[in-house]
């Protein structure tokens, strides 16, 4: 006579699993602020690059083009976008690059920059009028809100600056 033998079952026990989804829980509550650091970090640093990118373009162009090239703000400021764009003989030309509204959590501000006076690079590459562009984001650590100082030899220099 044959005796069936019972098997242990294969698997978690339901109180294995939710053990397994608490201490999931608990760990993604820790990383949560560490992951909201880390994006307003980098939304600086991503600022900064576009507008060094378009800063370079933009004087990069006047030099070719032999012509005034300014990058206007929008109406908002920097952070709500801004245009490169042509001049010749104080004539608005061609529109080069127009470029969308950045992160929320971004503020750039400037003394000397603004709608009625923008960021200017003459044929030569030297820029109209020297300044600093300061961008800073809420929720960051460290050194990583940025400022750009246009020199008036057209350089471009960033800095890290502290965070509040």
Do not use: H
């Amino acid at each position: 006579m044959s005796v069936l033998r019972g098997r242990a079952a294969a698997g978690f026990t339901l109180t294995e699993l939710l053990i397994v989804v608490v201490i999931a829980g608990i760990l993604l509550a820790l990383a949560v602020p560490s992951f909201r650091t880390m994006i307003a970090n980098s939304a600086a640093e991503n600022a900064s690059g576009l507008i060094e990118l378009d800063l370079a373009y933009a004087r990069n162009n006047a030099i070719t083009r032999g012509v005034l090239v300014r990058m206007t703000p929008a109406a908002g400021g920097f952070q709500d976008g801004w245009t490169v764009q042509a001049f010749n003989g104080g004539v608005a030309g061609d529109v080069l690059r127009n470029r969308n509204g950045l992160d929320d959590k971004v503020t750039i501000t400037s003394a000397q920059y603004s709608n009625s006076t923008p960021v200017g690079f003459t044929a030569t590459g030297q820029i109209e009028t020297s300044g600093t562009l300061s961008i800073s984001t809420t929720g960051c650590t460290g050194n990583n809100n940025r400022s750009i100082a246009l020199m008036s030899s057209g350089q471009i220099v960033i800095s890290g600056v502290p965070c509040p």
